[in-house]
């Protein structure tokens, strides 16, 4: 079993006080014993305890340097303390993280707001927010509202010398939620197993697009005229070259969509099959867009002489859907996330 050596004194006065850096602790390797030793299987949810390390602290205590503001310095201490423990958490589950790109742990970022994120390889950012003891609810800065994949909230002892994650949420809306309101850690993890599978079209708005899809010119593929206000709203677009094999004949084509962020937790979602190399699309493909219950939102068809089939339709954040492709028997899938 684990011992943690607590410091005897209170570190973490009201509101709280930069704390010295504790000695007492010793780094703790990350193998499957440490993993079912700090689990706490509680009647509420499973949560996952992280010592916090000289190491960490010293960390922390670079980027609180940095800081002219006393505290956004204390802040972004506690920040960096909780950026910390998710990333062990995020290696003892064996999910890839670059502190490269966490802005969080970038050494000029953090003096530009209260950021606490973590990057997921090929995900996104994650946000960690740290939890005072005895706090009833987690505050989210409005600074990280968009462009995250989720948060987690990391509750820290009196003393900083241990983290424990408590729970996760998708989306964030205020400034504050209640802990009772978040999901599990299991949540989490399903959650970053449905993103690996999926093409995350918010992630296009940071220079991400993966599985075979390829940013390309809007007016290589010129969608539906756009009122000019519209313009400069944040919109990427990107295409898939895809093939349908029949019996008789092979139909090259170009899905393509484009994404235009309405707004925080809304997004405009443009889908085109363009001909590629064909005269014209066959006659009766189909462009379908599937729910997440498996039930067809909307279809179009092709007809006679059509080079583009399209649709258009507003996509809720973390909302989850199918394109479909189909001609007879042969179809080609994609899962998407806004």
Same mark, same amino acid.
């Given at each position: 079993?684990?011992?943690?050596?607590?410091?005897?004194?209170?570190?973490?006065?009201?509101?709280?006080?930069?704390?010295?850096?504790?000695?007492?602790?010793?780094?703790?390797?990350?193998?499957?014993?440490?993993?079912?030793?700090?689990?706490?299987?509680?009647?509420?949810?499973?949560?996952?305890?992280?010592?916090?390390?000289?190491?960490?602290?010293?960390?922390?205590?670079?980027?609180?340097?940095?800081?002219?503001?006393?505290?956004?310095?204390?802040?972004?201490?506690?920040?960096?303390?909780?950026?910390?423990?998710?990333?062990?958490?995020?290696?003892?589950?064996?999910?890839?993280?670059?502190?490269?790109?966490?802005?969080?742990?970038?050494?000029?970022?953090?003096?530009?707001?209260?950021?606490?994120?973590?990057?997921?390889?090929?995900?996104?950012?994650?946000?960690?927010?740290? /939890?005072?003891?005895? +706090? !009833?609810?987690?505050?989210?800065?409005? &600074?990280?509202? #968009?462009? @995250?994949?989720?948060?987690?909230?990391?509750?820290?002892?009196?003393?900083?010398?241990?983290?424990?994650?408590?729970?996760?949420?998708?989306?964030?809306?205020?400034?504050?939620?209640?802990?009772?309101?978040?999901?599990?850690?299991?949540?989490?993890?399903?959650?970053?197993?449905?993103?690996?599978?999926?093409?995350?079209?918010?992630?296009?708005?940071?220079?991400?697009?993966?599985?075979?899809?390829?940013?390309?010119?809007?007016?290589?593929?010129?969608?539906?005229?756009?009122?000019?206000?519209?313009?400069?709203?944040?919109?990427?677009?990107?295409?898939?070259?895809?093939?349908?094999?029949?019996?008789?004949?092979?139909?090259?084509?170009?899905?393509?969509?484009? /994404?235009?962020?309405? +707004? !925080?937790?809304?997004?405009?979602?443009? &889908?085109?099959? #363009?001909? @590629?190399?064909?005269?014209?699309?066959?006659?009766?493909?189909?462009?379908?867009?599937?729910?997440?219950?498996?039930?067809?939102?909307?279809?179009?068809?092709?007809?006679?002489?059509?080079?583009?089939?399209?649709?258009?339709?507003?996509?809720?954040?973390?909302?989850?859907?199918?394109?479909?492709?189909?001609?007879?028997?042969?179809?080609?899938?994609?899962?998407?996330?806004?």
């Amino acid at each position: 079993m684990l011992l943690l050596l607590v410091a005897p004194c209170s570190l973490l006065p009201a509101p709280y006080s930069l704390l010295p850096i504790p000695y007492s602790l010793f780094p703790v390797p990350c193998s499957l014993c440490y993993i079912n030793n700090t689990m706490n299987n509680t009647e509420e949810k499973l949560t996952f305890k992280v010592a916090l390390t000289p190491s960490a602290h010293r960390l922390a205590e670079k980027f609180r340097r940095q800081q002219s503001n006393p505290d956004q310095g204390k802040q972004v201490y506690l920040n960096t303390l909780a950026v910390y423990a998710m990333n062990f958490y995020c290696q003892c589950m064996g999910i890839d993280t670059d502190l490269s790109k966490s802005s969080s742990l970038t050494p000029v970022i953090p003096t530009l707001g209260d950021i606490a994120d973590l990057y997921l390889n090929n995900l996104g950012k994650l946000e960690c927010l740290p /939890v005072l003891p005895q +706090s !009833q609810v987690i505050k989210i800065p409005p &600074i990280v509202w #968009n462009n @995250r994949i989720g948060y987690i909230a990391v509750q820290l002892n009196e003393s900083l010398t241990e983290a424990t994650l408590l729970g996760f949420s998708k989306t964030a809306s205020t400034q504050e939620l209640p802990l009772s309101e978040l999901g599990s850690l299991e949540d989490f993890l399903e959650h970053i197993e449905t993103l690996s599978q999926c093409v995350n079209l918010s992630q296009w708005f940071n220079q991400i697009c993966d599985k075979g899809w390829q940013r390309v010119k809007t007016q290589k593929y010129p969608s539906a005229p756009q009122p000019a206000f519209r313009l400069r709203r944040p919109r990427v677009t990107a295409a898939k070259s895809i093939t349908l094999e029949t019996n008789l004949v092979s139909y090259p084509m170009d899905l393509v969509v484009t /994404v235009t962020q309405e +707004s !925080q937790q809304e997004s405009d979602i443009e &889908i085109q099959v #363009n001909a @590629r190399d064909i005269d014209h699309l066959p006659l009766g493909l189909k462009l379908m867009v599937i729910d997440d219950s498996g039930e067809i939102f909307s279809e179009v068809s092709a007809g006679i002489n059509d080079t583009i089939i399209s649709h258009g339709f507003l996509g809720e954040r973390q909302e989850e859907f199918t394109l479909k492709v189909a001609l007879g028997d042969a179809s080609f899938s994609e899962y998407f996330v806004v």
